[in-house]
């Protein structure tokens, strides 16, 4: 068959190392971008432009005006749709690039559904923003062989990591466990600068260019860290990780938190001044019969997506899975509160 290289990718080709061929595998390639806030958005969007064929974004949150400040994608317009970030994203990639197929889902990641999120892509693609999203995405990909790219960023200060399972060190032969709570700065403490984001996000989807374009072979066998404020570049080589950490995930094969036995539980939203709150799996809410229940209680508002109710100062907003997002607190148990007061439980 042949396969004619649209014009919109013809720079891209006239690179040497990724070349007709690599483009041809982008365009047959799938990839899974978990999380749509910073990172993710700018890492679904140089994948989308660069031609990979199938792009599905899975976010759990909605636009607010404090994200306008580095998750590019967005603008005012979606904050004022209270627009969930994947439909926001999805809508203006598919304006980007229409030859590639965009899926947005709204959705958290958890071990009930991470199976039906990333058994049929090739690649997956951290744009996180907590480790035990990244400690679930780890098991999964090491018990089933998919590749992914870890990356984080806070303050000026960003990392990435390329797993390939089998070939290299995974997360946990770096990271045994996630940093306690209160042990790491998150982004209410140091802040986040939105160059931070653009420099981690680009090593991110070049990494999973590499893979997607069918070379493994090319990627880094470090963990990078660059510090942009100090202007400073570090690569730790974690290549004999592999052979010598006694890992509890790809040496002894123990995928606890794919066994869901490791709870992502509530979930303090990062610089956001907010608490998440998971329902059982499997659970449906009609938003229309929630809006009638509320009717009266405060200001609703309401879109195929999610309803947000306000009452004083804080926000609730229910999605059609069950999930509650609080604003305006960051105590779990005054949003289990305001949860069961207004949503029951």
Request: include cysteine.
């Given at each position: 068959?042949?396969?004619?290289?649209?014009?919109?990718?013809?720079?891209?080709?006239?690179?040497?190392?990724?070349?007709?061929?690599?483009?041809?595998?982008?365009?047959?390639?799938?990839?899974?971008?978990?999380?749509?806030?910073?990172?993710?958005?700018v890492i679904?969007?140089?994948?989308?432009?660069?031609?990979?064929?199938?792009?599905?974004?899975v976010?759990?949150?909605?636009?607010?005006?404090?994200?306008?400040?580095?998750?590019?994608?967005?603008?005012?317009?979606?904050?004022?749709?209270?627009?969930?970030?994947?439909?926001?994203?999805?809508?203006?990639?598919?304006?980007?690039?229409?030859?590639v197929t965009?899926?947005?889902?709204?959705?958290?990641?958890?071990?009930?559904?991470?199976?039906?999120?990333?058994?049929?892509v090739?690649?997956?693609?951290?744009?996180?923003?907590?480790?035990?999203?990244?400690?679930?995405?780890?098991?999964?990909?090491?018990?089933?062989?998919?590749?992914?790219v870890?990356?984080?960023?806070?303050?000026?200060?960003g990392q990435?990591?390329?797993?390939?399972?089998g070939?290299?060190?995974?997360?946990?032969?770096?990271?045994?466990?996630p940093?306690?709570?209160?042990?790491?700065?998150?982004?209410?403490?140091?802040?986040?600068?939105?160059?931070t984001?653009g420099?981690?996000a680009?090593?991110?989807?070049s990494?999973?260019?590499?893979?997607?374009?069918?070379?493994?072979?090319?990627?880094?066998?470090?963990?990078t860290v660059?510090e942009?404020?100090?202007?400073?570049?570090?690569?730790?080589?974690?290549?004999?990780?592999?052979?010598?950490?006694?890992?509890?995930?790809c040496?002894?094969?123990?995928?606890?938190?794919?066994a869901?036995?490791r709870e992502?539980?509530?979930?303090?939203?990062?610089g956001?001044?907010?608490?998440?709150?998971?329902?059982?799996?499997?659970?449906?809410?009609?938003?229309?019969?929630?809006?009638?229940?509320?009717?009266?209680?405060?200001?609703?508002?309401?879109?195929?997506?999610?309803?947000?109710?306000?009452?004083?100062?804080?926000?609730?907003?229910?999605f059609?899975d069950?999930?509650?997002?609080?604003?305006?607190?960051?105590?779990v148990?005054?949003a289990?509160?305001?949860?069961?007061?207004?949503?029951?439980?």
């Open positions: 068959m042949n396969f004619a290289i649209p014009e919109r990718y013809d720079r891209q080709v006239r690179f040497a190392p990724l070349g007709t061929e690599g483009q041809r595998k982008l365009a047959a390639s799938r990839a899974l971008v978990c999380g749509c806030g910073a990172l993710g958005s679904a969007e140089m994948l989308v432009r660069a031609g990979v064929g199938f792009v599905r974004i976010d759990r949150d909605f636009v607010e005006l404090s994200n306008l400040q580095r998750q590019f994608l967005f603008d005012e317009q979606d904050v004022a749709a209270v627009l969930p970030k994947t439909a926001a994203a999805a809508e203006k990639l598919r304006r980007i690039n229409s030859a965009v899926e947005g889902i709204v959705a958290d990641i958890t071990h009930a559904n991470i199976e039906r999120l990333a058994g049929d090739d690649a997956i693609v951290d744009g996180t923003d907590n480790f035990a999203t990244r400690f679930l995405i780890n098991d999964f990909a090491v018990k089933h062989g998919k590749p992914w870890y990356g984080g960023a806070i303050g000026s200060e990435s990591m390329t797993i390939v399972p070939q290299t060190a995974c997360l946990a032969c770096l990271l045994p466990e940093p306690p709570p209160g042990s790491t700065p998150t982004c209410d403490t140091a802040g986040i600068l939105g160059p984001v420099v981690i680009s090593i991110e989807a990494e999973a260019l590499k893979i997607l374009s069918g070379r493994v072979d090319l990627i880094s066998r470090s963990l660059v942009l404020w100090d202007n400073r570049l570090r690569q730790i080589d974690v290549s004999r990780l592999h052979e010598t950490s006694d890992c509890r995930v040496r002894h094969g123990e995928f606890a938190w794919l869901g036995l992502l539980g509530p979930a303090v939203l990062c956001r001044n907010a608490v998440q709150l998971a329902a059982p799996p499997g659970t449906t809410l009609s938003l229309d019969e929630l809006a009638s229940r509320l009717a009266g209680v405060g200001p609703i508002v309401r879109n195929r997506f999610l309803l947000r109710l306000t009452v004083g100062e804080q926000q609730i907003t229910v059609p069950g999930r509650t997002i609080v604003s305006g607190t960051d105590d148990a005054v289990r509160s305001l949860q069961a007061k207004y949503v029951g439980s």
